[in-house]
């Protein structure tokens, strides 16, 4: 079997030997000649997989003293939820800063399920293809929400918005372990497992605890995050196999050097591919450039009459999965943590012969 260059944007990529580790988990789990899918979530096989998991998360990303990580379900879209239930006041509004699709979804549940959600600055007045500036959050704010990367318009969120007395809650789901983060800025941090960190099916949830039951409002049991700290992310039966590849990642992450190596790596590949997009005359990135993610690259063609050829020939490359979303067309790769740099060097390859064949020199 050739290979392939996996650009998909989620459930996307994960490490080969992350991989391997976890096929064999699943007919013979620690030398127990049972799968880690046949066993119980008490049992203490799988809590050291639980601990492991936290203890790694809290290593990898400096989680200061006073901080419960979690892993849930629900994905991402019950954190928009979970969000306005646990940090929501009856009495305040809610602030939202609307620089995508995944923005725009967390703000919705806060205007169905608080009542006073507004949004302090938006980028759908381009596509949301930058970041807003230069906006200030009112004071008294209940919290104020952000989506550090926006998987679907490739744009990053740079300088984190930290405001003093006031709660930053953050959507990471695209950018969770891709670069350093200053835990202690933010009252949660959520996000989906399945782009950076392991299959779909958990989240993880990095929460500061003194912050809850401030709401003056009645929270059903499993949307309640003290439930959850309180039994150790084991009030219910936890997603055990997402919980279990997720740790594989984070050993394999800690193994490589953690945060500083990755930062390094991630920034070298979307380098790469940037370069290539602004000096190939058939590219054209869709972000403002200051505002461009290191995780979602997006990009479209100048002249819609080479598309026949370049899908042929990124296909006969082996790549697989940069079709661009509905939203913005053109293309999107994904070069997430597990994403080798060779592969990325394949698809820059692949826009160079593109642009030789209709001569245009792109040096
Ligand atoms: C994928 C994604 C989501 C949705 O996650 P689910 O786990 O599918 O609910 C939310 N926010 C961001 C930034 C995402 O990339």
Redo the contacts with the bound molecule.
């Keep these: 079997m050739s290979k392939v260059h996996n650009f998909s944007?989620?459930p996307s990529i994960l490490n080969q030997e992350v991989l391997k580790k976890a096929s064999e988990a699943v007919v013979n789990f620690n030398n127990l000649n049972l799968s880690i899918l046949e066993i119980s979530h008490r049992s203490k096989d799988f809590v050291a997989v639980m601990d492991n998991a936290v203890a790694l998360v809290k290593e990898i990303l400096n989680v200061p003293e006073g901080y419960s990580v979690l892993f849930l379900q629900?994905?991402?879209?019950?954190?928009?939820l979970n969000t306005v239930l646990n940090y929501g006041n009856k009495n305040g509004s809610a602030a939202y800063l609307n620089t995508?699709a995944?923005s725009k979804?967390?703000f919705k549940e806060a205007d169905i399920s608080h009542g006073e959600a507004i949004i302090v600055a938006s980028s759908e007045d381009k596509n949301f293809n930058y970041i807003p500036k230069g906006y200030t959050v009112p004071d008294g704010v209940d919290y104020f929400h952000i989506?550090?990367?926006?998987?679907?318009f490739g744009t990053q969120i740079k300088d984190i918005p930290v405001q003093e007395n006031t709660l930053l809650i953050a959507?990471?789901?695209?950018d969770i372990f891709s670069r350093k983060i200053n835990v202690s800025d933010y009252a949660l941090i959520y996000?989906?497992?399945?782009?950076n960190l392991g299959p779909?099916g958990t989240?993880l949830y990095i929460v500061k605890d003194d912050l809850l039951g401030q709401t003056n409002r009645t929270i059903p049991t499993m949307l309640d995050l003290r439930t959850h700290i309180g039994k150790g992310s084991m009030f219910n039966t936890p997603p055990v196999y997402p919980i279990y590849v997720s740790m594989l990642t984070l050993e394999w992450l800690k193994a490589n050097g953690g945060i500083e190596w990755i930062e390094r790596v991630n920034q070298e590949k979307a380098a790469l591919l940037y370069s290539e997009i602004d000096a190939n005359p058939l590219f054209e990135g869709t972000a403002e450039k200051e505002d461009r993610s290191d995780m979602n690259v997006t990009f479209v063609l100048t002249n819609d009459d080479v598309k026949e050829d370049f899908d042929k020939m990124w296909n006969e490359a082996g790549i697989s999965g940069i079709n661009g979303h509905r939203d913005v067309g053109g293309y999107r790769a994904s070069i997430y943590n597990a994403m080798p740099i060779e592969s990325i060097q394949v698809l820059v390859d692949t826009m160079k012969q593109l642009a030789n064949k209709y001569d245009l020199v792109n040096e």
């Design positions: 944007a989620g629900g994905g991402a879209s019950t954190g928009f995508g995944w979804k967390a989506t550090t990367n926006n998987t679907i959507d990471m789901s695209s996000a989906g497992a399945q782009k779909a989240t």
